[in-house]
Nanobody, 120 residues
Framework: QLVESGGGLAQTGGSLRLSCETS????????IGWFRQAPGKEREEVAC???????MYADSVKGRFTISSDNIRNTVYLQMNSLKPEDTAVYYC????????????????WGQGSQVTVSL
């Protein structure tokens, strides 16, 4: 199970931190990714973390977003700084066995999503 929290409303240039609390599987065996989906657009991967291939970021968020994990709390965070209106979307966390992967079809477990809205 994956449960997101921490979404909400921010102004342009502001910050938010999302949390993804996981349970029901061995945390260290899985990659955890953050995805987002804006209205009328496809779901896109924005960041991923795994023991096997480290941290990965989409070009659109590099230098602004940071993914991290707390292996005691089995929780992954997405710190979002310098937010832009185009970051507005529903953000999802997902788990995939061992590796960060491209393509939503390769991810095994999904959270329910958390809305992030960035105003001008």
């Amino acid at each position: 199970q994956l449960v997101e929290s921490g979404g909400g409303l921010a102004q342009t240039g502001g910050s938010l931190r999302l949390s993804c609390e996981t349970s029901g599987f061995k945390f260290d065996d899985f990659a955890i990714g953050w995805f987002r989906q804006a209205p009328g657009k496809e779901r896109e991967e924005v960041a991923c973390i795994s023991i096997n291939n480290g941290r990965m970021y989409a070009d659109s968020v590099k230098g602004r977003f940071t993914i991290s994990s707390d292996n005691i709390r089995n929780t992954v965070y997405l710190q979002m700084n310098s937010l832009k209106p185009e970051d507005t979307a529903v953000y999802y966390c997902a788990a995939a066995l061992k590796w960060c992967r491209e393509g939503v079809e390769y991810w095994d477990y999904w959270g329910q999503g958390s809305q992030v809205t960035v105003s001008l």
